[in-house]
């Protein structure tokens, strides 16, 4: 008897697990034919030397609501998201090269609204501004993309734009703890740059991992997740004006590789070797230029962290943080020195960003992102910079 109930039951759970899996099998069919959903990986594709490039001819229209943005990317036949251009430089033109990461790139805005198209439109027509900017890289990407492709664009001036606050742990840290895709490496031995190319391999994944991918393959529990974070990014808005960065927390803080971490009065060893990693990478970066006889500017943009007072206290607060352990000028304070060791123009416009802000926003309310405003300050600032030197 007691046989009997424990098969039934068994073939009631057995029944019921079917037409579960049934009905996900027939969502995710449904779903896969009225949801599409976009994701940078549409325009990006793997590098065996730089980990990731742009995708040459394609197209991604990106919405992300849960942090306000909506803009759209198309890559040209050279891999960059700009118009299409040539190789080689226009006869009678100058041309200059914008480098740097998503800040650069345009995260959030439309082509024509970044700084390097307001810095071609004031320039005039005698100048060309090209955007080689791509996501998520690091310093020694930027590098490795000028001495194997851009330096062939042949341009007077190269741009290297900073992100101060993640240039450095992009440089530092492996690609598995900051979440992107394989990327190049360089280590510091003996005050050499030696390229790692071991952390273009991706190793072993864990279990975890792999069963995360293996959910974003399915477009039911992409849709569930998205409706999920735009419910929590509500919640945390309806708490806050502005919605804290991920990667500010005080664990990371206290690991050495968090966003605050270049802000800190005194760095840990481990952090003092990524800033001498990082500015070996830009005196290679200048000493590359300077054989190529091309003039390089470092320009470090401004951040939200740094303009924005009031989202940098709710920062503070919700990361549990003494603002007493930062200087935030210490960093630009190094790179201005450094700069002026090597000879190179550099230009941090923190003062103009901070006036221009008592007026507009300069950034997304719930990204650190520059928004049109914040690359119109840009544009401004690198203007006058450019001109005396074309």
Wanted: hydrophobic share 40%.
């Amino acid at each position: 008897m007691r046989g009997r109930i424990l098969n039934r039951l068994a073939s009631n759970v057995a029944l019921s697990l079917t037409v579960i899996a049934a009905l996900l099998i027939a969502t995710e069919i449904i779903v896969r034919f009225v949801y599409h959903p976009e994701n940078l990986g549409t325009v990006i594709q793997f590098d065996a030397k730089l980990g990731w490039l742009l995708k040459p001819g394609s197209y991604l229209h990106s919405v992300d609501r849960g942090r306000g943005l909506d803009y759209r990317i198309r890559i040209n036949s050279l891999g960059l998201r700009e118009r299409s251009i040539s190789m080689q430089k226009p006869a009678g033109k100058k041309r200059v090269l914008i480098l740097g990461d998503s800040i650069a790139f345009g995260t959030g805005v439309e082509i024509g609204e970044r700084f390097s198209d307001l810095l071609g439109n004031h320039l005039g027509e005698g100048i060309e501004v090209v955007n080689g900017s791509i996501c998520g890289w690091g310093n020694d990407q930027e590098l490795l993309f000028y001495e194997t492709f851009a330096r062939r664009l042949n341009p007077d001036i190269v741009v290297l734009t900073l992100t101060l606050n993640n240039d450095i742990l992009n440089n530092m840290l492996d690609h598995l703890y900051l979440e992107t895709a394989p990327k190049p490496r360089f280590l510091l031995r003996s005050d050499s740059l030696i390229l790692d190319e071991g952390h273009l391999v991706p190793p072993k994944l864990p279990l975890s991992l792999k069963i995360r991918r293996l959910f974003r393959k399915s477009r039911f529990l992409v849709y569930i997740k998205r409706r999920l974070d735009m419910r929590r990014y509500q919640q945390i808005t309806d708490a806050l004006t502005h919605i804290p960065t991920r990667g500010f927390e005080k664990k990371r803080l206290e690991e050495d590789c968090s966003y605050w971490s270049v802000y800190r009065k005194g760095y840990g060893q481990r952090f003092e070797q990524g800033w001498n990693v990082t500015e070996a990478i830009l005196s290679r970066f200048i000493s590359r230029c300077n054989e190529h006889g091309t003039k390089p500017i470092i320009f470090a943009f401004p951040l939200k962290i740094e303009v924005d007072d009031t989202w940098r206290s709710q920062l503070f607060d919700r990361a549990n943080v003494d603002s007493m352990l930062f200087d935030f000028r210490k960093p630009y304070d190094r790179l201005s020195s450094f700069c002026a060791a090597k000879q190179t123009v550099f230009v941090y416009p923190l003062e103009d960003f901070r006036e221009a802000s008592r007026r507009v926003p300069l950034y997304f309310e719930r990204d650190s992102h520059p928004n049109r405003n914040g690359h119109a300050q840009a544009a401004a600032a690198l203007h006058a910079v450019l001109e005396d030197r074309l």
